[in-house]
């Protein structure tokens, strides 16, 4: 994961996070990682009206970075989620970390690689 965030961010990618969990959370889990600086701002749902995959809280993100959802592109493991952004406007990356076929009955995914760094190189080309 290190790797294919330098990279967004090297080409000038700005980098935000949306969890259902606590900010607090994700802000533990990258400053481990030693990536907190590489990301702008670090949303959670608790600050707007719903969980994801609710498309108001994709909103929320956009709102947040003062773009519009159809500007932005979430990266996400997990099929419910890339749904859900897609179903808010979103252009979305899916992460295969397992073997397990994408789901067909979801939204399928703009991108997809098997890790964060070939999925930044499809990002950024």
């Known amino acids: 994961m290190p790797e294919g965030v330098r990279i967004l961010r090297r080409?000038?990618?700005?980098?935000?996070?949306?969890?259902?969990?606590?900010?607090?959370?994700?802000?533990?889990?990258?400053?481990?990682?030693?990536?907190?600086?590489?990301?702008?701002?670090?949303?959670?749902?608790?600050?707007?009206?719903?969980?994801?995959?609710?498309?108001?809280?994709?909103?929320?993100?956009?709102?947040?970075?003062?773009?519009?959802?159809?500007?932005?592109?979430?990266v996400a493991v997990h099929p419910w989620d890339i749904h859900g952004a897609h179903q808010a406007g979103m252009r979305t990356g899916w992460i295969a970390r397992q073997p397990t076929p994408y789901p067909g009955y979801f939204a399928a995914p703009d991108l997809q690689a098997q890790d964060l760094a070939a999925l930044a190189e499809q990002i950024i080309s």
């Open 11 to 74: 080409h000038g990618l700005r980098l935000v996070t949306l969890t259902n969990g606590s900010a607090d959370v994700a802000d533990g889990l990258l400053t481990r990682a030693g990536l907190r600086g590489e990301f702008e701002r670090l949303l959670s749902v608790e600050d707007a009206a719903a969980w994801k995959p609710v498309p108001v809280a994709y909103a929320h993100a956009a709102r947040a970075c003062s773009v519009s959802t159809e500007q932005m592109l979430l």
